[in-house]
Structures are given as structure tokens and as C-alpha cells.
């Protein structure tokens, strides 16, 4: 079993719609959790940094934390064609030298 | 959100021959850079860790003597892959973290293509 389950998708959704992706992990270790979005032929894109449980908004991105569960969520609203990419969920722990563990990424496709 | 650059985007070379790949961040200190390559549809497969000052750590698997790493400034780490060869042709990307906090910011990759 790996650390961190992600759903590869395709998710598939119309323009507006939101989108909801999640990741659960096994280590309770993991302090600190990342949402990267990432095109094709290019590098991650960090789009929301939480370190604890709840929620956490920026802009169209809602992030989800729950360490009791070891789930966390990305909700984007109002999604657009440009947010078609992949997103990884990330996390690490101080302790293991901030390496982060990755989630497989989930392929998101938002349709005009 | 900070600012992470590769340098080059895309090179091109010849079997045999070395390469060096720069990972600047342009508006924040990093005590810590990771590498990282990348193949088609596949996740980040980490390669090493840099610490400036101090020697990488490598992963199990990834040859130190052939993915050279320098950590020389807080803002700079370089990669230099040795007597390259066409299995190292891969997109190497690599991150940083903010010195005062737990974020990871990515450059834009770096694709390798050797012939």
C-alpha cells in the first residue's frame, strides 16, 4: 500500500462546475500538506500550503485538512478550461528532511 | 508565491558529454533544494537533496557520481549530469523550501536530450 492514495482520474467536469479532489495517507507523522497543480512539460505549481486540520481559502481553492481521518481535500470553484492539468497532493514531516511523498496526481479535464 | 528558475529550459547534447543544470530562487532564501526527474505521465521521482554548505544526499539507486550536486549560496544549487547518455534524457525538475516555513516551490523543469 502506498503512503498516500490519490485517484489518477481522468476527472471530467463541465466549465463551472467545481472540482473536488482528495488524497488519504497512513503515516500520522505528516505535519505539513501541499496541493500543486501541474501542465503538461512543466514543474508543479504549489497552490495551497495547510499545516493543520481544517479549512483553508484562497481565492477559488478551498483546502481541506483532516488529520484525524488522514484526508485531505482541494475543492476549486467555478472551474475553468486553464485548470485542466494534473494536481498532486503533497505532504512531509520535519523529521524526515522535508522530502515530500506524493500522491500518484489526479487528472483533472474541464470542458467548455 | 515564490519565485523558482531553471536555467536552461531545453538543452540538447551529445553522448558522453556533461551538462549543468541551475536552480536559482529569485525572492526567497532556500537552506534546502531537492532534485527531482520526471518521465512521461509518470509522478517526481526524487533524486537527491541539497543542503547549502554541505554535501547532497542522494536516493537509493541515484548515482552521486554521476548527478553532480553544489549547493554553493542559499539561492542557488546546481545539477551537473556526467558523460551523459540517452537513458539520462528525462525533465529534471527541481524545488526549493522557504528557509522560514515548510513550502516547496518548483522551477519550470529543464528537458534533456541526450544524442
Known amino acids: 500500500q502506498k503512503e498516500v492514495e490519490q485517484d489518477p482520474g481522468p476527472l471530467s467536469v463541465p466549465e463551472g462546475a467545481i472540482v473536488s479532489l482528495n488524497c488519504t495517507y497512513s503515516?500520522?507523522?505528516?505535519?505539513?500538506f501541499m496541493w500543486y497543480r501541474q501542465y503538461s512539460r512543466k514543474g508543479p505549481e504549489l497552490l495551497m500550503y495547510t499545516y493543520s486540520s481544517g479549512n483553508k481559502e484562497d481565492g477559488r481553492f478551498t483546502a481541506q485538512v483532516d488529520k484525524s481521518s488522514k484526508y485531505i481535500s482541494l475543492f476549486i470553484r467555478d472551474s475553468q478550461p486553464s485548470d485542466s492539468a494534473t494536481y498532486l497532493c503533497?505532504?512531509?514531516?520535519?523529521?524526515?528532511?522535508?522530502?515530500?511523498?506524493f500522491g500518484g496526481g489526479t487528472r483533472v479535464l474541464v470542458k467548455p | 508565491g515564490a519565485v523558482v528558475s531553471q536555467h536552461p529550459s531545453w538543452v540538447i547534447c551529445k553522448s558522453g558529454t556533461s551538462v549543468k543544470i541551475e536552480c536559482r530562487s529569485l525572492?526567497?532564501?532556500?537552506?534546502?533544494m531537492f532534485w527531482y526527474r520526471q518521465f512521461p505521465k509518470q509522478s517526481l521521482m526524487l533524486m537527491a537533496t541539497s543542503n547549502e554548505g554541505s554535501k547532497a544526499t542522494y536516493e537509493q539507486g541515484v548515482e552521486k557520481d554521476k548527478f553532480l550536486i553544489n549547493h554553493a549560496s542559499l539561492t542557488l544549487s546546481t545539477l551537473t549530469v556526467t558523460s551523459a547518455h540517452p537513458e539520462d534524457s528525462s525533465f529534471y525538475i527541481c524545488s526549493a523550501r522557504v528557509s522560514t516555513s515548510h513550502e516547496q516551490y518548483f522551477g519550470p523543469g529543464t528537458r534533456l536530450t541526450v544524442t
Open positions: 525572492d526567497f532564501q532556500a537552506t534546502t
Open positions: 503515516n500520522s507523522a505528516f505535519q505539513y
Open positions: 503533497a505532504m512531509t514531516r520535519q523529521a524526515a528532511g522535508n522530502k515530500l511523498t
